[in-house]
């Protein structure tokens, strides 16, 4: 089958580059669909809804037009579903997204089509939740009649050196002949990475959970240490960069006040629920996730012993929270750790005022933002943070920095007789 027609569904973080990148290939006609009105009406004015700059940059210069109409999606040959995968308040997977782009696309599956999910799932999601809601309402068999494929996004929102074209992707099919064909699609847009072939949808499904997994592990660790280290009068950060000198067998991690993002923060309990379905206990991923999310709380700690120092109270205090992202430089606070932070801090009678340049409800002057406050929590490593912060605190009436990216130079700092206080430093 020669394929034609593609759908994207979903028009986000991951959805969006993907519909780019195929509209930059200029070998289909493309579809990129969304249920949202205001992403449809955006995208259609030329503005992106996510901060891509490749993304950006097409649409400012081309014509698109995205749609919530279900009839558009018609003819098309593939069907590529880029939909969110969280958790819901227990930590229990939620599918429903899936679930839902799933029926949305099944009406159109015809014979020889490919339905590809690039959400992150657990292993077996695709057969145990995916190939029963085709099936049924097709009347084809998987695996003959169409196929089901995994292919792991592996966005990184911000990152100026991997993208969509350049990140290698792993991709598993119900059939060794149909995964041929799908990655031979996938190479067609994925124009200088590599796309892996794998032997099944359940190592496809995997690879992901293990990516995300490994780095919430090993972050944890890191984590864990500054807490003894921060007892131990132990500056980790400086142990770390030594550390790190080996030319084999290290990988640096580095301690904070929390994880974020809609990966990290979220894939483990993924795996941790599937494998106790099957009576397998993820201890260590537990203690992982146990860890990380409870480091905005640690962060807090560290604030009120820093305010202890110079005889403060938390209530009433005026303290700015410098960040709210997930991460530096962009606007992206799905599961940020600041937002914790904001919370518990107001909860415990602190006067905050928050500032990120590139969220809309946040202060946009770093000046303003610190003025007549007695202490600063650095949430997020912002550049604007790194390079502005520390002349601004010598005209300050700051007397305790928290340090939560151990992002700023503590010496230089301390000299100007303000508690320094980091994340295991």
């Not at 984590?223 to 084999?248: P, V, Y």
């Not at 518990?344 to 007549?372: F, H, M, S, T």
Request: overall charge positive.
């Amino acid at each position: 089958m020669r394929i034609k027609k593609v759908a994207v569904i979903g028009l986000g973080y991951v959805g969006l580059p993907t519909y780019v990148a195929l509209l930059k290939a200029k070998t289909y006609e493309v579809v990129g669909y969304t249920r949202s009105q205001k992403k449809v009406d955006a995208i259609n004015k030329g503005q992106s809804p996510i901060e891509d700059e490749d993304v950006i940059s097409y649409l400012k210069s081309n014509k698109v037009k995205a749609t919530n109409k279900q009839q558009d999606l018609k003819g098309c040959d593939v069907f590529i579903i880029c939909v969110p995968t969280p958790v819901k308040d227990d930590y229990v997977p939620d599918y429903e997204p899936v679930i839902s782009a799933t029926q949305l696309v099944a009406p159109y599956i015809k014979k020889g089509s490919h339905y590809v999910l690039e959400s992150t799932v657990n292993p077996g999601t695709c057969e145990e939740i995916i190939l029963p809601i085709l099936e049924k309402e097709t009347g084809l068999k998987a695996g003959s009649d169409f196929n089901i494929a995994h292919c792991p996004e592996r966005i990184n929102p911000g990152d100026q050196k991997w993208n969509i074209y350049n990140i290698n992707r792993n991709i598993g099919s119900l059939s060794k002949s149909q995964n041929k064909e799908i990655a031979s699609f996938y190479r067609t847009f994925i124009t200088k990475g590599q796309v892996n072939e794998v032997n099944s949808l359940k190592v496809a499904e995997a690879t992901k959970i293990i990516e995300n997994t490994f780095r919430d592990i090993n972050i944890a660790y890191v984590n864990e240490l500054a807490q003894s280290f921060d007892i131990m009068g132990i500056d980790l950060h400086e142990t770390l960069k030594a550390s790190s000198n080996k030319q084999f067998a290290f990988m640096p991690h580095y301690p904070g006040c929390g994880v974020g993002g809609h990966c990290i923060a979220v894939d483990p309990y993924y795996l941790i629920r599937r494998a106790s379905l099957d009576g397998f206990n993820h201890q260590f991923l537990k203690y992982a996730r146990e860890i990380n999310n409870g480091m905005p709380g640690y962060t807090i700690q560290r604030l009120l012993l820093g305010l202890n120092d110079v005889g403060l109270s938390l209530k009433g205090t005026k303290v700015a929270l410098l960040g709210l992202s997930y991460k530096p430089d962009i606007g992206d606070i799905r599961e940020s750790p600041s937002l914790i932070i904001e919370k518990e801090l107001k909860k415990l009678g602190a006067q905050i005022i928050v500032y990120d340049p590139y969220v809309k409800r946040a202060e946009k002057d770093l000046a303003k933002a610190i003025k007549n406050a007695k202490a600063i929590v650095v949430a997020t490593a912002h550049k604007e943070i790194k390079m502005g912060l520390e002349s601004l605190l010598k005209k300050s009436k700051v007397k305790v920095v928290i340090d939560g990216r151990n992002c700023l130079d503590k010496e230089k700092i301390k000299k100007m007789g303000i508690v320094y206080k980091g994340i295991g430093r």
